[in-house]
């Protein structure tokens, strides 16, 4: 059967997110830069937060860890939403003419429940198009576990083939089809509008 609602990832699917962005104010050489987001502000490290830990408390053990970093660190949470430049070219465009066409909208994004509560505000033109979002951070639930798809189709009303996901990661679209989703890849607008008339969901 064919899908009946799109299900978005948000991260580098509807947003742009690169802590480059934020930290290249704050740093000036570009191998220091590098340094302090591979082996301080590390990808794992944040993930802490899409699993739901506290940034008070992840700030402080890295601050123990890193204490010459302890004012770079510290940014982080604050100024999250400067880590994200701005929506995906051509995504807004495409979010509104699927609302407008009337397909349902929905996300599930791994994302820091503190941090995501003041980018939702701040992006409500966007986000007010969806009828609800499971964020990771809140459920304390990741990515592709298969909990967190079961979680989110079960709080979107939607049995899974009714449901068309899209992400950046490979290893987050197999886990939405092992759960019985329908499941893309995440590339362009260009090529999503492709998949979403492949799928019948545009015209």
Same mark, same amino acid.
């Given at each position: 059967?064919?899908p009946?609602a799109?299900?978005?990832?948000i991260g580098?699917?509807?947003?742009d997110?690169?802590?480059?962005?934020?930290?290249?104010?704050?740093?000036s050489?570009?191998?220091?830069?590098?340094?302090f987001?591979?082996?301080?502000?590390?990808k794992?490290?944040h993930?802490q937060?899409?699993?739901?830990r506290p940034?008070?408390?992840? +700030?402080?053990e890295l601050?123990?860890?890193? =204490?010459q970093? $302890?004012?770079?660190i510290?940014?982080w *949470?604050?100024r999250?939403?400067?880590q994200?430049?701005?929506p995906?070219?051509?995504?807004p465009e495409l979010?509104?003419?699927?609302?407008?066409a009337?397909?349902p909208?929905f996300a599930?994004?791994?994302?820091?429940?503190?941090?995501?509560?003041?980018?939702?505000?701040?992006?409500?033109?966007?986000?007010?198009?969806f009828?609800?979002?499971?964020v +990771?951070?809140?459920?304390?639930?990741?990515k =592709?576990d298969? $909990?967190?798809?079961?979680?989110?189709? *079960?709080r979107?009303?939607?049995a899974?083939?009714e449901a068309l996901?899209?992400?950046d990661r490979h290893?987050?679209?197999?886990?939405?089809k092992?759960?019985?989703?329908h499941?893309?890849?995440?590339?362009?607008?260009?090529?999503?509008?492709?998949?979403?008339?492949?799928?019948g969901?545009?015209?």
């Amino acid at each position: 059967m064919r899908p009946i609602a799109v299900v978005f990832d948000i991260g580098n699917v509807l947003y742009d997110w690169d802590p480059k962005v934020l930290y290249r104010r704050l740093i000036s050489d570009d191998e220091a830069l590098d340094v302090f987001l591979r082996d301080v502000c590390s990808k794992e490290w944040h993930f802490q937060h899409d699993a739901g830990r506290p940034f008070a408390e992840t +700030s402080a053990e890295l601050s123990a860890r890193f =204490p010459q970093h $302890a004012e770079l660190i510290a940014q982080w *949470g604050p100024r999250f939403s400067e880590q994200i430049p701005g929506p995906v070219p051509g995504m807004p465009e495409l979010v509104a003419e699927l609302d407008e066409a009337g397909v349902p909208l929905f996300a599930i994004t791994n994302f820091s429940d503190e941090f995501f509560a003041p980018f939702r505000t701040q992006e409500a033109a966007m986000f007010d198009r969806f009828r609800d979002i499971v964020v +990771s951070g809140a459920e304390r639930l990741v990515k =592709p576990d298969a $909990a967190i798809y079961h979680l989110a189709l *079960g709080r979107f009303g939607l049995a899974p083939h009714e449901a068309l996901f899209v992400d950046d990661r490979h290893d987050n679209v197999a886990g939405a089809k092992a759960v019985g989703m329908h499941a893309v890849p995440f590339t362009d607008a260009a090529s999503l509008r492709a998949d979403l008339t492949r799928f019948g969901l545009l015209g």
